[in-house]
């Protein structure tokens, strides 16, 4: 029976690249030793950290004006990171964060930690059905950043629209991308900080991702460790201690099979065709419903309700009986939460529509 895995992360990759890491598991680049045993200063895994980064940079088209590092403790490190390295510590220094969901907030409670932290917008009050309309926010003069979390992975929420270079006035935007990285094309110039963690949309738990502005790499005050500065990992290619070789091999077949299909360009528009087909069959019963504003509705957590939670329950146990894995809403928030990131194809969508239309006529 195919399997069609809706976890929200760590998250399905595409078969492809879970075959090829098997096909060199025990014997990469004819070394007969595999990548997990292999030292990360030697000739073969030098080119496989240097072909990430470069697929890295050509998929998100970055120039060199940016960073790209690789650093252990997942997106939640970077949550103290970002304030630790960049937010002023001088006399009434701050940054701004928008309140969006459960992350946000955690990304927020560690900036509190280094100084004050000013909210732009937030959708708390309504259960963060939404994410606030960027153009009515009202930036600050003189915040160290704008935080924001692109995708709410629990909520279900994406930003739609960004906040402009003329909106930022200077601010630099740092972007919680966990998510939804390489989901859709970016222009990264608009940003001053991407990070994500990587077992969503790029490979496995472990690494994440960060996409840094070099001028911000300078900014880190003397008191941070050596294992907690940007400029530590700018200097060593990621290497000033042994990274975690494994997923940053993965993330580079991940980016590989990213350019075979054609590039990020060509995944966005299966990832729209994916999240339409969804939302179409929620919009089109009354017996599915979804919680979140339609103009905030994300392309990769569908999430959504049954009548009851008894039927929920059914549907999540049913639709694991036809290897539909994965679905159950987070456990802050209930109900049914399809997660299809990139990795998650067409057919898989499909085979969940399918299932949601007889389940709804055996039901109701
Ligand atoms: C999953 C997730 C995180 C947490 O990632 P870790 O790598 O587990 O720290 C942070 N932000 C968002 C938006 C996420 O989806």
Known sequence: MAVYNFSAGPAALPTEVMEKAQAEFCDFMGTGSGVLELSHRGPQFSSVIEKTEANIRELMNISDDYEVLFIQG???????????????????GFAEYADTGMWSAKAMKEAKLFGDVKVIASSKETNYDNVPPVRRWKLSEGSSYLHITTNNTVAGTQYHVLPTAED???????????SDIMSSVINVNDFGIIYAGAQKNLGPSGVALVI????????????IPSMLRYD????????FNTPPTFAIYMLGLVTEWIKEKGGIAVIEEINIAKSEALYETIDASSFYSSPVHPGSRSRMNIVFRLPSEELEAKFLKEAAELGMTGLKGHR?????RASIYNAMPLAGVEALVDFMNEFEKNNS
């Open 212 to 223: 840094i502005r070099k001028d911000l790499i300078e900014k880190t005050p003397e008191s």
């Open 232 to 239: 530590t990992y700018a200097k060593s290619g990621s290497m």
């Open 74 to 92: 997942g997106a939640s490190m970077q949550f103290a990171m970002v304030p630790m390295n960049i937010m002023s510590r001088e006399e009434g």
């Open 332 to 336: 802050a928030v209930g109900g049914i």
């Open 168 to 178: 930022l006035k200077g601010t630099p935007l740092v972007a919680d991308m966990s």
